[in-house]
């Protein structure tokens, strides 16, 4: 069958405003294309970011980007693109015209590997430079996350940092108008996208600050903290999950670690560090830090709701171990990996318990007034009750009693079985090498 020919892109070897000639299509995102062009008088060569027409609703949507686009061309850091010249194309979607990096994105470095404190401290350091700048001059990107920061090698220097798209999401993301309003709701990978952005609330620099402590947690745990199948379920974590704590997990992390990515992803913005700056500066702080060993996971199911463990092993959890949770009455609900336990895990009471002691595998939720996870007939949420857990304690202890006896039982049973079937063949090969001569003889 003949091969269907590629799509050719209609903007290839056209020219845009009689300046710019486009020569290849380097990538595409959400809010458009990015092109290799040429700037015909001068020879030099750029990137072209092309955003989608959809995305002009009309005259005032062009203003606010020919806005945006000088404000950022203004900004004169090392480690944010520069921005040359904007326009729009003959069918009126906005261009800008920006230096051409060759490199690597942070987001292709994030997923290959976990990165060492001192090599993501070194790329910290210069985003924060960056940004630091933009917010002291009030500007914010407002769509930081590791696609839009590009490491290059300049002058020698590896991992060289640049900051892409700054401001870009306040002209192309949809909602209120950001530019009235100073607010602004964001749609898409909602994974570094801080609450008050999904609650549309005011945003400021410490929206980017917690853009950075998840990718600053990311790019030591090899995953971001909130994660799940829907935008809504991650939205959701951002809102109300408690930050899943590192030290005591299963990799080694500095001391104080938790700590630090707890203030910068704070919920409220108010409790966040100030400023990107302080953010770096506590990370920094952590590079003397003792080393919190990497906890061996637990490869049986942990019980929550209970003080006990079947497993009697380091009460370590990671996305791999099951979770079973005790319902009030006895039942057993099985939760899929990775479900995040409501209240501190507590260490076992009963058993030969090898391993270093207790670690919570979340911070303690406050008991939900209400709701004794007792009397509630769920999946008991907030810390349990004292009552439950001895009770829980209590028919754990039981169950386990019961399953011993049956395997008393079971055991004497099988041995008994044996015993008799044993006895069985012997006497039935006695039998017939008894009759074997007299048979002879009858012959
Ligand atoms: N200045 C640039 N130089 C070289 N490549 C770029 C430049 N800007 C963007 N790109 C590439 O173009 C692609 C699309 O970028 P973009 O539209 O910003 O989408 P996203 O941020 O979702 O990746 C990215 O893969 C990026 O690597
Ligand atoms: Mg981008």
Known sequence: MPQKPAKVDPRINQKLDGRYLLLELLGEGGSGKVYLGRHVQLGKRVAVKVLHRSLVHDERSVERFRKEAQSVANLDNPHIIQVFDYGQAPDGSPYIAMELLQGESFASRLNARRLPLDELLAILTQIVDGLGEAHALGFVHRDLRPRNIMLIEREGQKDYVKILDFGLAKIVRPGSDPSVSGVGFVMGDPTYSAPEQMKAQKIDGRTDLYALGIMTYQALAGQPPFSGNTVFEVMGKHLDSPVPPLEGSAIA???GIDAVLCRALAKNPQDRFPTVLMFLEALLALRDAPEVSPQKPARHPVFFGTTSYLNLQP???????????RMPGGGVLHLPPGTPLPGPVAPPVSGPVAGPPATPAAPAAPAAPGADPATSGGIPLGAPSQTFLAREEELLHLRMQEAARTRRTWTVLVLLGAAL?????????RCSSEEDPDRKSVV
């Open 315 to 325: 009460p370590t959890r990671n996305d791999q171990t099951p979770v079973l949770a």
């Open 253 to 255: 992390v500095p001391r």
């Open 421 to 429: 079937i044993g006895g069985a063949v012997w006497g039935i090969t």
